[in-house]
């Protein structure tokens, strides 16, 4: 995505100065975090903010412990947060991961009622739709079918659609994805799925439907990604009396 000003919440923003300080190795796997107390205090915040911050940071999985334990710095940043809206190229590189892709697909053609609905638009208008093999360190783990807004998609035909980020590159061309709408659901791997991912049919998958909108709340783009369900898991963090969960979505243990 491309970078610009952003205001960010007290908890966000604390959460983002941990979190870089994780990713740099200032703060190593293992160590603890600073307590509670010390955390307010240089913040200049309160004890509920610096805990909102912490939530994030544990559904994201770099932190471990909480109810009275000393959180601890866990291996670093092995989830996709669904609290931001982060390309899976941005994702794979901030976790020392090598991402690629292969794209199958960038057609033009009308729009379906299913996408007609999810961007707004009269169904047979004209739309983009492409469908890419995603790849972390060689090895397939995601399945993109995304459909794009007719303005929104021809600037894709001169994109590097297996070289990088589709959003960082739309994002170079003016295009700016300011907020998503999320669904996570399980589903059968079907025969074309089965093959590009490399499991056998039937095999369960998690699928991400996603509706990407425009600063102003114009839905840009609707997307269904299928994840291989034994190199993803989901994690959900609830806290009572805190508001919003953190949900992330992480690289599972014995990934591929």
Not at 178 to 195: F, L, N, S, V
Request: charged fraction near 25%; glycine fraction near 8%; proline fraction near 5%.
């Amino acid at each position: 995505m491309p970078s610009k000003a952003v205001h960010l919440s007290r908890h966000a923003a604390i959460a983002q100065a941990l979190r870089e300080q994780i990713r740099s190795g200032e703060l190593t796997p293992g160590s603890p975090l600073p307590s509670e107390s010390q955390l307010t205090d240089r913040f200049a915040v309160s004890r509920g903010t610096v805990r909102q911050a912490l939530a994030a940071l544990r559904a994201e999985g770099l932190i471990a412990g909480g109810r009275g334990r000393v959180p601890v710095i866990r291996r670093a940043g092995l989830a996709q947060s669904f609290d931001q809206l982060v390309s899976f190229s941005l994702w794979a590189r901030q976790i020392g991961r090598n991402p690629s892709a292969r794209t199958f697909e960038l057609t033009r053609r009308r729009c379906d009622p299913e996408a007609a609905e999810q961007l707004a638009i009269e169904p047979g208008a004209p739309i983009f739709f492409y469908t890419r093999l995603r790849l972390l360190d060689g090895a397939p783990v995601l399945v993109e079918r995304a459909t794009f807004v007719e303005s929104v998609g021809r600037l894709l035909l001169d994109c590097d659609l297996d070289g990088g980020s589709v959003y960082e590159q739309l994002g170079q061309r003016g295009v700016e994805f300011a907020e998503a709408q999320q669904t996570i659901c399980a589903i059968a791997a079907g025969a074309e799925d089965a093959a590009l991912l490399e499991v056998a049919r039937r095999s369960p998958l998690l699928e991400v439907r996603r509706r990407a909108a425009a600063p102003d709340g114009t839905p840009l783009e609707w997307s269904r990604d299928r994840y291989r369900a034994d190199a993803f898991e989901i994690t959900l963090h609830n806290q009572h009396a805190l508001p919003g969960a953190g949900v992330a979505l992480r690289a599972a243990r014995n990934d591929h």
